[in-house]
């Protein structure tokens, strides 16, 4: 959990595998795009991510790349930012 701010949740995951080529920033929410090789990856799996984010939660999710150091070891890797609307449930009983 990264912060929790007036009326939604900010939940940020980093990797250090080298970030996402500039070139297919733009496509790796679309379904079936993948460059794992074939048979090895069915490019669904951040479409189902964007889906359940945005059309089930009401949420976002956006990507960049980072560079950070972590004890004294610089890295640069892919950062996904995901927001969801905090829903407080009211109970009738
Ligand atoms: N953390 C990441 N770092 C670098 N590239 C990434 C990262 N996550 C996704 N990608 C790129 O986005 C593409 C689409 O990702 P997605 O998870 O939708 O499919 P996939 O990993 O190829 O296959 P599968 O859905 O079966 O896991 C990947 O093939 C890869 O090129
Ligand atoms: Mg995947």
Redesign the pocket.
Known sequence: MKEIEKDSIIIEIK?N????PEE?LPR??EPY????DEGR???????I?HTIITKHLKGKIKVENESFEYEGTKYV??KFSITLPLILSVNDN
């Not at 795009?33 to 794992?36: L, M, P, Q």
């Not at 990856?41 to 479409?47: R, V």
């Open positions: 990797d595998a080298g970030g996402i297919i790796i929410f795009f993948t460059t794992k990856g069915t490019g669904l799996g951040l479409y991510t890797g892919a």
